[in-house]
């Protein structure tokens, strides 16, 4: 009994103190909104290895975490992992963390002890917060300079006055909710008459909202113009003035005082700067030589980018053909080969719309092309075609009936004179007959068989009249037919009269 009390005296002095393990969960945020979410974080406190497992529940899609670390080394760390867990509605996200610990002691001695852990943290999720509208300024100002009006977050337009020899201001201003943004302050370029500046004010739901600032700089001597019932003033400083494309600036000289210009060689147009009571600034034609002013716009066709494609259909009063753009060559079509104009079918790459386009192969520009713009020329044209049409339809009737007319009436006068020619031999025939019968006196011959005779002798001529008159109409037929009039059928036709005359001669 004795040396057991003394076996665990010695082994309690043997056992060495070692600091516990611990483990604790924490989170990004208390409180986050719906359709946000939140991050938990797992921290483990002097521990050498563990194991465990995180799980989530309540106003969550779900979020979980697993890890094993089984470290042999002897040393006792810290770390932290993270989980991100989505919040799907109102109500609370609760994150639960459990498993075992182990640490080692200070001498590197390990002493084998696990503990169990269990942690947990909970948020809160609340409803969305609607979106401020606020687009108010909440204040402006030009430093060094007093504004006028006094400022009101609902005074849209100030106005401020400095000396001749300022270039430069700087514009203050910040929005009434912080939820909004402000454009337009900050140190800004002036020049002498008025000067224009937007401030915007835009609300966190995206509504914009526009204060003006005009800042008047003394002017000792202004040059006055009018255009139209305008009245302006002549820039003096180009700084603010934007040079258009196709001019060269210059300068020139209105009432001694010289004046930035800009000047196209090609035109021989000169431009000035000129701005209105408003700060507004614009460009005027300047003639030197009458001293006049005229505004000055340019007309531009928004840009275009093209990606052409084969062409697809054939339009009317087009041929299929070919057009180089860029070294490049596509199908188009025109109205001839030599034209220069292509009509090609693309896609607009600023819209992406595909249509068709005008392509002046001369000036190398695109227009979009349109049917309409032709629709007056193609009804005119129409109402040409017709005029033509119906011509051509009447003067082929007219040749019609002229070439009809011309190959039937030969056959007419011949048939006449035919008949004249039959009439006429047959009456000789009948005063050969009477002396004949004259010269028999022996032979008498019953006037009534005489007259039968006569009768039927004019029976046979006309007869043979109506016959030829309708082998005539049966030939005419097949002359129209044929449209040619043939020599031996004329002849032959001939011929049945001849034999007809040899037959009464018998």
Request: include cysteine.
């Amino acid at each position: 009994m004795k040396k057991k009390i003394i076996f665990g005296i010695m082994l309690l002095s043997c056992i060495k103190v070692v600091n516990a393990a611990s483990v604790s969960v924490t989170a990004s945020s208390n409180y986050v909104t719906s359709g946000s979410g939140v991050t938990f974080y797992i921290n483990v406190n002097g521990a050498s290895a563990w194991q465990l497992n995180g799980y989530s529940a309540g106003a969550t899609s779900g979020c979980s975490f697993e890890d094993l670390n089984l470290d042999d080394n002897g040393r006792n760390i810290n770390k932290t992992f993270s989980v991100y867990c989505p919040a799907t509605s109102v109500g609370q996200i609760s994150f639960t963390v459990t498993g075992k610990v182990a640490t080692t002691s200070s001498s590197g001695d390990d002493v084998g002890s696990e503990t169990p852990i269990s942690a947990s943290k909970t948020v809160t999720v609340q409803p969305p917060r609607e979106l401020d509208a606020n687009n108010n300024l909440g204040s402006l100002g030009v430093e060094g300079y007093k504004i006028t009006p006094a400022f009101s977050a609902d005074t849209l337009e100030y106005s401020v006055e400095v000396p001749s020899t300022v270039s430069d201001v700087t514009i203050t201003g910040s929005p009434a909710s912080g939820y909004a943004s402000i454009a337009g302050t900050g140190k800004k370029e002036v020049n002498e008459g008025a000067n224009l500046f937007i401030i915007t004010v835009t609300s966190e739901t995206g509504t914009p909202k526009e204060y003006k600032l005009t800042v008047n700089v003394k002017d000792d001597n202004p040059i006055k113009v009018k255009i139209g019932d305008n009245e302006y003033t002549v820039m003096k400083n180009a700084k603010n003035i934007v040079k258009p494309e196709l001019y060269e600036q210059t300068t020139i000289k209105i009432n001694n005082i010289d004046v930035p210009a800009f000047y196209n060689e090609t035109t021989n147009i000169t431009l000035v700067g000129i701005k209105d009571s408003k700060g507004n600034v614009r460009l005027a034609i300047y003639d030197k030589d009458q001293n006049t002013y005229e505004l000055y716009e340019e007309n531009k066709s928004d840009q275009m980018i093209l990606l052409i494609h084969p062409i697809n259909e054939i339009k009317e009063g087009y041929i299929k053909s070919t057009v180089k753009i860029d070294d490049v060559e596509y199908e188009c079509l025109k109205v001839n080969e030599e034209s220069e104009y292509a009509i090609i079918y693309a896609t607009n790459l600023l819209t992406g719309e595909d249509d068709y386009y005008l392509y002046d192969s001369k000036e190398n520009s695109y227009v979009r092309y349109s049917e309409e713009q032709l629709e007056p020329l193609k009804r005119e044209l129409s109402k040409y075609k017709d005029v033509v049409k119906y011509l051509v339809i009447g003067i082929g009737v007219l040749l019609f009936l002229l070439l009809i007319s011309l190959i039937t009436r030969p056959k007419k006068n011949k048939v006449k004179k035919e008949k004249k020619k039959i009439k006429k031999e047959e009456k000789i025939e009948d005063e050969k007959e009477e002396g004949k019968e004259e010269e028999k006196n022996e032979e008498v011959v019953p006037k009534r068989l005489t007259k039968k005779s006569e009768n039927q002798s004019q029976k046979e001529a006309i007869e043979s009249v109506e016959e030829a008159a309708k082998i005539i109409e049966n030939f005419e037929k097949k002359s129209k037919n044929k449209k040619i009039v043939k020599e031996d059928e004329s002849e032959e036709m001939y011929d049945i009269f001849e034999d007809d005359r040899k037959r009464k001669k018998k």
